[in-house]
């Protein structure tokens, strides 16, 4: 067995507008590595949490039991480790709070190394149970929307009511992703807190319909569908004002073709889905509007198929 | 063009559990049919209504401003009639109030009748805003879930928020429908309005987790997701009381190997998913289960594939 493995989890779309803590979408070319080394030192620690610069985190913690990946790492061990241990070394390549599961990529990409380390106990699947205990610490809640895609790839439903089992959905071929994150932070289990807790049956219909028909709209690959069926009529009222450029860039992406566009998880990041040839130029135009209101921000564009967590040779 | 055509429509399951409002399965053998013959009179007229029995409706008007096919038929005649009329006579096969789509049935069975005399103008989608026409008049809401599987067959999608265009979803193979309708009548409209207006985010993300898991189970015909997820957490709690036996045949159904169990649309009629092989005994124990009540009840057993209104030779 190897002595040390690293493994590439990457970024995530979380809701995906239409599915609330349900629906999450794995994005090319963005994540976490977490290297992972047997060591003598008993159970799970954290050598360094590195920065995208490079340098050690000025913010995230090494402490083992205040980190997401050691946390779901730690929970892996606990039933599959040994007597020895494993020293985590994580590379942040997803900004934090940006609402693109920087936490879950962590997460999961610690699961993934200490999973190959132990010569891969469980099939990846199950791996999920154990990077969601790492997501519940930083998020405060039980919702795999960022950890299942990161593990998995692509377009994955994993609604609360079906866990640990998730759904992997079919991805509509001539569709990609466009998203921004603007240099704003925004922290995700206060803007859970904010969410109203009761809603009408209007609102509620309203938006499983569109729900369903996102998910259907997948499965026949029925790209008008999606850009009919691709809103958020409940949460993105409650969270959109928490991001200033919101409305300029969601102008910005609808002139330029965007199927739909929304908060990537409780923000600050934007997200569209667009036909592939227009991603580009959506992107494009997503980044001028927030750069236009003062606001710095990178774009990302990725498949709708990205490829899942795995170990890097 | 023919002076004179009959159209059948099937029954329907509302809701399917999973879908207040937006989800539809049409019913194998069991339907309305409306008959429709050229006469000089100017507009639409009802010559007769039908019973089960061959007998003159007791209930059922024949005035065409009080009946959901002469309402369809209307309004499709304003739109796409000449200066004669057209007599109906309407063939009830589906109970009244039984929640199995009566209203909707008959409302269906027009638009394709009149329809066809007028040398068919409009594809089959195009004839569901005018049976809605007529299902409204019924139900009091803008709903298709009876109206889209009569017409089109199959299971549909049809949120409010779409209308009118609706989704036909792919059909699990090897899953057939066993249901039920005791001898009791349940107004769907008053069942309407009883129904809470407000519900928790919990709640609303549970239902819609089950809803969009029934959806991708359909596509890719993973039969036991659709155990997993035939629930409906929201609207059967507040309707199951008012039909009394509903307990009763949900344990036998569930005893006898069915996915899932539910009201039909607002009931008295229960369904249940089930494995082909066990339909026939689902629906047998559900019968026994509904007679040792002391209720008479008739069960029927359908494809999840069934056909929709068609003109009959």
């Known amino acids: 067995m190897a002595e040390k493995v690293t493994a590439f989890a990457p970024a995530s779309i979380g809701n995906v507008a239409v599915g609330f803590d349900m629906l999450g979408l794995a994005m090319d070319g963005v994540g976490d590595r977490v290297a992972a080394e047997r060591v003598d030192s008993p159970g799970i620690s954290v050598a360094n949490v590195y920065g995208l610069d490079g340098e050690i985190h000025p913010y995230l913690s090494s402490d083992?039991?205040?980190?997401?990946?050691?946390?779901?790492?730690?929970?892996?061990?606990n039933d599959y480790g040994d007597d020895a241990g494993v020293e985590l070394s994580i590379y942040k390549g997803v900004p934090l709070q940006s609402g693109m599961g920087s936490s879950?990529?962590?997460?999961?990409?610690a699961a993934v190394a200490v999973n190959e380390l132990l010569g891969t106990p469980l099939p990846v699947e199950q791996l999920l149970a154990y990077a969601l205990v790492g997501e519940q610490y930083a998020s405060g809640g039980l919702h795999a929307d960022n950890v299942a895609p990161s593990l998995l790839g692509g377009l994955v439903f994993c609604p609360p009511v079906l866990l640990p089992e998730v759904v992997r959905l079919p991805v509509p071929t001539g569709v990609s992703a466009a998203l921004i994150h603007p240099e704003l932070q925004v922290n995700t289990a206060h803007a859970r807190k904010k969410?109203?807790?009761g809603?009408?049956?209007?609102?509620?219909?309203?938006q499983q319909g569109y729900m369903g028909g996102f998910i259907a709209a997948c499965a026949s690959n029925d790209i008008d569908?999606?850009?009919?069926?691709l809103k958020d009529v409940i949460i993105e009222p409650q969270r959109a004002a928490a991001v200033p450029c919101f409305a300029a860039v969601k102008e910005a992406a609808e002139r330029n073709g965007a199927l739909g566009f929304s908060l990537s998880g409780s923000g600050p990041s934007l997200f569209a889905l667009c036909r592939d040839h227009d991603a580009a130029n959506v992107a494009t135009a997503m980044e001028q509007a927030c750069r236009g209101m003062g606001i710095d921000c990178q774009s990302f564009v990725s498949t709708m198929s990205a490829r899942g967590a795995h170990i890097e040779e």
Do not use: C, F, R
């Open 64 to 77: 083992p039991d205040h980190n997401t990946a050691s946390i779901a790492a730690k929970a892996l061990w």
């Open 104 to 109: 879950a990529a962590s997460a999961v990409a």
């Open 195 to 197: 969410l109203a807790q």
């Open 199 to 206: 809603y009408s049956l209007d609102q509620w219909l309203s």
């Open 225 to 229: 569908l999606i850009g009919k069926t």
